[in-house]
């Protein structure tokens, strides 16, 4: 039983952390139906721009994210425009697969070049602390990292229902010809969605590179388990996204634990799979209607 | 349309991996001499996942050609290199080894970087009857072809390389030997056959197995398998590792606050210009791993590499990768056999390397009829902050020191 309880403690400081990559992988589907399949690899280069700020700067690197976070939305609003924006067209969700995955492969080929393709952590002097409270191990840079994936995750719905740009996102999301009609700049709304949603991936970047080794190509591996708890979640749903990304934690380290760790990373899919059978939409998505 | 595209995509991409291709082509500039230059042919990983290996394989190749050319050459005639990247790619490193033989018309092939290219690239070689003396291809891969024309340049085939601390452990008098042990091990074929291999000796000298496992190579998260573990509260951890997974296993060690009394990695823990930054130098202190070369080592022409490496490339000694060092190997082989029988003929040299000992600085080289090594790694050991060889005796700069102390000790 000890086993079990750590596990799932383990897993839900983990889910904590792909909730917030995850969301913003969501978030983009939902306003503009673009699978962002570089958002692994922007995770990585958020954990090596995190790292260099550590190594040279002496930031650390929960306060790197106030520096991250904003240059990665730059970023994102940058790749919107010149790469997302002019695919237009019924192929354009498609077409936005091939983008983002030249884009992924570009960014882990740029950071091959510059920090070489060994691992690397980002190590500050609390890395290895932990505390024992009844008995379980609660590492501190995996409970930071939740708290503040959790922060962060608040402040993006807090965003969402209660600015003007929230309000525009969510009539985006659900139906972007209305919302266009009624003077939603629909442009601007996807640009800048665009850019918040790396800018998430930039935030949980930070704190991944403390907590896992990474080297240029760690994002493959992360890319697939993000793709897995969007769609488990329901596609462009953020709360769906959370709960998923938090269950799948728990999943994946209970079957470590009590299984084998061999089945850990594969039960991502078959849990996948499983509910793809039983509820095609996702756990808060919707189900398409079809004429 | 958009959820069937994206479910297909999130179950497929678990294998996802592309390599970006660039050729590049670099040469020892040979000395102007009369004699035609010896012409060597290496394919090397100077792009893709084996990039930096593949460098430091690359330093170790032209390190040597410049030495041997300096005096004057092999058998009087100056070497010359036409390396050509492979960019990680077994199939291109095939390729390039083909063409080398084929359109280059070389007089020589030397190994590429890793098990997964030299098996390959071993078979091309044998279909032409050219010598395979290669650095790096250390895997079951490798021996499985049964190819004879293979010569590996290190001390011992790489799933036997944990056999030292097995064998340091049975050395040890009974009561300090550790009574339980576990074995987490990568699923890899150059990792968990080594875990395998020290549980097999390990079992039979009557160390109970309280915990075994394989991990996926996508595992990131250590923390799971460390609780579980902990919880069988083993005297020995055994860790059949690759580096990312061996710096992630420590850190989650030490997180859970648990300390074996032996730990051994296969990898991580040898790498002494990585490790202790990947895991906080002050948690590095007890910890095993296997060798197969050291730069203090007394091996022939060891001290003369270490100081021509650091001369040519700067940094220090400790920072020198064994890498550079196994493809220096193979350049001594070549010099010593050239030396011995006075031809480079490839069947004469095939016929000549599976006969005697070959120094070189790996160590004394010999090998069996399908290219393994007869030796055995070094048995290494962080001990005050710095990476020692503790075993075997003869070669040791230190005795091995245990328990392991607490983590931050």
């Given at each position: 039983m000890h086993e079990v309880v750590q596990a799932v403690i383990l897993g839900v400081l983990v889910g904590g952390i792909y909730a917030l990559m995850a969301s913003g992988l969501t978030l983009v589907f939902g306003i503009?139906?673009?699978?962002?399949?570089?958002q692994g690899a922007l995770v990585i280069l958020a954990a090596y721009l995190s790292y260099a700020l550590f190594s040279h700067l002496h930031i650390d690197p929960f306060l790197s994210i106030l520096i991250v976070t904003p240059a990665m939305f730059v970023l994102g609003v940058a790749v919107q425009l010149i790469f997302v924006r002019s695919l237009r067209g019924p192929d354009a969700s498609d077409l936005s697969l091939l983008v983002t995955w030249a884009l992924a492969l570009g960014i882990e080929g740029v950071l091959s070049v510059i920090f070489k393709t060994t691992f690397r952590v980002t190590s500050p002097s609390y890395a290895d602390n932990s505390w024992t409270i009844f008995g379980y191990q609660v590492s501190e840079v995996r409970l930071f990292a939740f708290v503040a994936s959790a922060v962060l995750l608040f402040l993006l719905s807090l965003l969402l229902t209660r600015s003007r740009f929230g309000r525009s996102v969510r009539a985006t999301v659900q139906n972007p010809t209305a919302a266009t009609l009624l003077g939603v700049d629909a442009n601007r709304v996807q640009t800048l969605s665009f850019g918040l949603g790396v800018s998430m991936a930039a935030a949980a970047g930070a704190v991944y590179g403390v907590i896992y080794p990474f080297n240029p190509g760690s994002h493959y591996d992360l890319i697939s388990r993000l793709l897995s708890i969007v769609v488990l979640g329901g596609l462009g749903s953020i709360g769906g996204a959370v709960v998923a990304a938090l269950t799948m934690g728990v999943v994946e380290s209970l079957v470590a634990v009590e299984i084998a760790p061999v089945w850990s990373s594969f039960s991502f899919f078959i849990v996948l799979i499983v509910f793809l059978l039983v509820r095609p939409q996702g756990i808060f998505g919707l189900r398409e209607r079809t004429l | 349309m958009i959820r069937n595209t994206l479910a297909r995509l999130a179950v497929l991409m678990g294998a996802g991996g592309l390599a970006a291709a660039a050729a590049t082509a670099g040469s020892a500039a040979p000395r102007h001499v009369s004699a035609a230059p010896i012409k060597i042919g290496i394919s090397l990983s100077l792009s893709g996942d084996f990039s930096d290996p593949g460098k430091f394989a690359q330093q170790g190749y032209k390190l040597w050609a410049k030495t041997v050319n300096a005096k004057g050459g092999v058998l009087g005639r100056q070497v010359q290199l036409i390396i050509q990247d492979d960019a990680s790619s077994p199939t291109q490193a095939a390729t390039n080894y083909q063409n080398f033989i084929t359109?280059?018309?070389?007089d020589l092939v030397f190994g590429p970087f890793s098990t997964l290219l030299s098996a390959p690239s071993a078979a091309v070689a044998h279909r032409y009857g050219y010598a395979f003396i290669e650095p790096?291809?250390?895997?079951?891969a490798v021996f499985d072809?049964?190819?004879?024309n293979v010569f590996f340049t290190q001390p011992a085939p790489v799933i036997e390389s944990g056999d030292v601390f097995a064998n340091w452990i049975l050395s040890l008098p009974k009561s300090q030997r550790p009574k339980t042990a576990a074995y987490p091990a990568l699923d890899d074929p150059f990792s968990s056959p080594i875990a395998d291999r020290i549980r097999g000796i390990l079992e039979k000298a009557g160390v109970k197995t309280v915990y075994k496992s394989i991990y996926a190579s996508e595992t990131t998260d250590m923390t799971p398998i460390v609780s579980k573990i902990a919880a069988a509260k083993p005297d020995a951890i055994i860790g059949g590792t690759q580096a990312g997974d061996g710096y992630a296993l420590v850190k989650a060690l030490v997180q859970a606050k648990y300390s074996p009394k032996f730990l051994f990695l296969?990898?991580?823990?040898?790498?002494p210009g990585e490790f202790p930054s990947k895991v906080g130098a002050k948690n590095v202190n007890g910890i095993f791993s296997a060798s197969d070369w050291f730069p203090q080592a007394r091996n022939p022409g060891n001290p003369a590499f270490v100081k021509a490496y650091v001369k040519a490339y700067g940094g220090t000694a400790a920072a020198i990768d064994p890498g550079a060092a196994e493809a220096f190997a193979v350049g001594q082989v070549v010099e010593a056999v050239a030396k011995k029988i006075g031809s480079i003929d490839n069947t004469k040299v095939i016929a000549a390397l599976h006969k005697g000992t070959w120094p070189t600085v790996e160590g004394v080289l010999s090998w069996n009829a399908i290219g393994q090594p007869q030796g055995q790694d070094l048995l290494v050991e962080w001990i005050g902050g710095k990476l020692y060889p503790v075993a075997p005796a003869k070669v040791a700069l230190k005795k091995p020191f245990f328990p392991k102390p607490g983590w931050g000790k």
């Open positions: 503009m139906k673009v699978i962002n399949v570089a | 359109k280059n018309k070389v790096a291809g250390g895997g079951p072809e049964k190819l004879n296969a990898n991580g823990p040898n790498s």
